[in-house]
């Protein structure tokens, strides 16, 4: 027997008729809230979470809550992991109010408080009257004033939807933790699915218990102090409108001073929906993951770490991120068979790494050539990663694609747009340079998909976009980490004692195959020492070798050179001012009216 002088699960004797007419006792039991009439309308449709949803959440939903509730930093979600995951915490959020939609109404913004903010509310001595038939409130204290966490949440509907949510003032953390709020108030999914088995006929307390089986899967759902009244009170609105007859599970049965009880040799309910919709965890594509999905045991990791970003990387003194050349080659140091033609050189082990190198990087950069020659996606198809049973955009990187004179044509079709749309990827960045018209269309397509321009007018001696201005723009916009991946120009340049300082570390996939005379190949320009005499162009040092399959994948660094030449300056007669964003098709137009660049960096 309980404290309270009832069984296991709360019930008392009388609650065995609850089987002949459930409905005239649930009426009178305690109630916390009693829904208002568009509330009860409300209620009468069928919910959308059934018990199904609580013996099989979604993967990794405590950790998810965790962090819904914490909000540290910006997340980022499609807007279906939004719609299903909120749910779970709107015990903790409330809406204040909504701001609307921008201009272009792609933009809603909507702004929710933690829900401990609204002052303690005592209850009247005497509450008012009640209609007729209903049942008197008997209210209790509702704790608040507590704590002064605000959101600001952002749903973007374009050529992805997606939710960004973001912390507003200077209070930065609650003052209490998830479980206060699981104490004081039960989430929207809890309270569906309670109602909905009600609806299917089930009696609130053999809801009760059958819910309170897994008590795992429960506590991780936010209900580890669900409370059979909880689900009297989720069920009370449709229960006032349908006198019927309710009844216990199958396979349970009513035991005096137990309450609700499970009979001799049933398997728990919990247990047969579960396996009933467990999936093989061995299959590739489980829990809906993409079948081009690429996985890189963690033991193959540690090799590369100590040459890739810090997971908490930041931005340098110099205002230089991270810089990651890396590149596959053939025996004769080729990236591709002959220029504009794509070659594939890595094998399934040394592609899993590449992807594996996307996913620890901000950003990934390549040459509008690479772009042109091979439609890159430029994502990350590794496990974990968002779209690929990650969370939101979670380790994919943002492309960047150095195209000085708008080359690269980008249309609904272009494989880095269809990546976006599946929810795979990020829209790229465009590094630009004044000089030309572009089509006020692009720019908007491009702005559509979540991608903008860059426009850069630094340059060097030989009115070339600068490298250290390319990436110090791409660290202004937030950018801690870039990976370098061609194509054979841009290679070649950072490889050349002028740029070579901006790049921290060097990894390079060696295939055991010679691609031929006439390709796109690796060869910085030879070195020469005082007198003359031809030297070796560059010797990577810290180098380590693994092998992956057949390939061979070395990782190095660029030592300082003695007698290295200074970074190029810019020209002493500076171009136009720098365009950092191009925030209308009218500026956009207005311009690129200046100054062609003779050459690009790739």
């Known amino acids: 027997m309980s404290e309270d002088g009832h069984g296991a699960n709360g019930d008392t004797p009388a609650d065995e008729h609850r089987q002949d007419n459930p409905s005239d006792h649930d009426q009178a039991d305690h109630q916390a809230e009693h829904p208002g009439p568009a509330e009860a309308t409300a209620q009468s449709n069928y919910p959308n979470r059934t018990i199904k949803d609580l013996f099989n959440p979604p993967k990794n939903i405590a950790a998810i809550r965790q962090l819904l509730f914490d909000v540290s930093e910006k997340i980022e979600l499609h807007t279906h992991e939004f719609d299903l995951y909120w749910p779970y915490v709107d ?17 809603r913004t909507d702004y929710y408080a933690c829900r401990l903010q609204r002052p303690t509310y005592t209850p009247k001595a005497v509450d008012k009257p009640r209609p007729e038939g209903t049942p008197t409130r008997k209210k209790q204290i509702r704790e608040g004033g507590k704590c002064h966490m605000k959101l600001k949440v952002v749903r973007y509907e374009g050529g992805y939807q997606g939710v960004t949510i973001t912390q507003l003032g200077d209070k ?31 009696m609130p307390a053999s809801v009760y218990t059958v819910m309170s089986e897994d008590e795992a899967k429960l506590t991780a759902s936010g209900g580890r102090y669900l409370k059979r009244e909880d689900v009297r009170n989720a069920s009370q609105a449709w229960r006032q409108q349908h006198k019927e007859t309710l009844r ?14 499970r009979q001799n040799g049933t398997v728990p309910l919990a247990e047969t929906v579960s396996s009933a919709l467990a999936v093989d965890p061995t299959l590739p594509y489980y829990a809906g993951l993409p079948p081009n999905t690429l996985t890189f045991p963690v033991e193959n990791r540690t090799f590369l770490d100590s040459y890739l970003p ?19 080659t053939s025996m004769d140091s080729s990236l591709s068979l002959a220029p504009g033609i794509q070659t594939v050189l890595s094998g399934p082990q040394s592609k899993a790494m590449t992807h594996y190198l996307r996913s620890r990087h ?29 969370l939101g955009w979670e380790g994919q990187p943002r492309p960047v694609v150095i195209d000085p004179a708008g080359r690269w044509l980008l249309t609904p079709q272009t494989r880095v747009i269809r990546t ?12 630009m340079a004044p000089g030309f018209s572009i089509d006020p269309n ?27 201005a390319i990436l110090k723009a791409l660290a202004a916009e937030g950018i801690k980490s870039v990976m370098i991946e061609g194509g054979g120009m841009v290679i070649n340049e950072l490889l050349l004692p002028q740029h070579s300082h901006l790049v921290n570390s060097v990894i390079v996939t060696v295939a055991p195959t010679y691609l031929g005379r006439g390709g796109v190949t690796i060869s910085p320009a030879p070195n020469q020492d005082q007198f003359g005499r031809p030297q070796a162009a560059l010797r990577f040092k810290d180098v380590r070798w693994q092998s992956f399959g057949e390939d061979a994948v070395m990782c190095g660094r660029i030592p300082a050179m003695e007698g290295q030449p200074a970074p190029e300056p810019a020209p002493t007669t500076a171009p136009p001012r720098p365009v950092s964003f191009f925030n209308s098709s009218v500026d956009a137009q207005n311009t690129f009216q200046r100054r062609i660049p003779q050459s690009e960096p790739s």
């Not at 692009?442 to 600068?466: A, F, I, N, Q």
Request: hydrophobic share 35%.
């Open 172 to 202: 930065t953390e609650h003052l209490h933790d998830l479980d206060t709020m699981d104490r004081i108030k039960r989430s929207t999914v809890l309270m569906e699915i309670a109602r909905s088995e009600v609806m299917n006929g089930y």
């Open 248 to 261: 216990v599970h199958e396979g349970y049965r009513y035991d005096h001073g137990n309450g609700i009880v």
């Open 310 to 328: 810090p997971m908490d990387a930041t931005i340098a003194e110099d205002g230089l991120p991270h810089v990651t050349l890396t590149y596959a």
């Open 442 to 468: 692009r720019v908007e397509m491009l702005r559509y998909y979540g991608g903008k321009h860059l426009g850069l007018t630094d340059y060097d001696k030989r009115w070339r976009l600068r490298w250290e």
């Open 91 to 107: 015990n903790v959020w409330v809406r204040q109010h909504r701001a609307g939609t921008d201009k272009t109404g792609r933009y």
């Open 420 to 431: 976006v749309s599946e929810g795979k990827g990020k829209a790229p960045w465009i590094i």
């Open 362 to 390: 901000d950003a990934i950069l390549v040459g509008v050539r690479t772009a042109l020659a091979d439609d890159p996606a430029l994502n990350c198809r590794l496990e974990g990663a968002g779209g690929y049973g990650g």
